[in-house]
């Protein structure tokens, strides 16, 4: 949980690490083992994932989960 904006600073230099450890197995690995890539990319997406809820949540950007269920269940079109 970041509590802080030293923690939030390390939190985005740990994305970065991600992204570019992503972007390195993309180039390395896909070519050579499209199934390899997709098992070894779990772990840093998952560790994204975990981040950047983070990072959202301390920036106040998350929204209330009951928020976000009334969102979806909106019918498309032009009837509410």
Not at 34 to 57: C, H, M, S, W
Request: charge should be negative; proline fraction near 6%.
């Amino acid at each position: 949980m970041i509590e802080n904006d030293e923690q939030l600073q390390q939190a985005w230099e740990a994305l970065g690490d991600l992204y570019r450890a992503l972007a390195s197995y993309r180039s390395k690995i896909l070519p050579a083992n499209p199934r390899n890539y997709t098992i070894i990319a779990q772990g840093p997406l998952d560790e994204i994932r975990k981040l950047q809820a983070e990072v959202d949540e301390y920036l106040g950007l998350r929204e209330p989960a009951a928020a976000a269920d009334a969102l979806r269940e909106t019918p498309s079109g032009g009837e509410r």
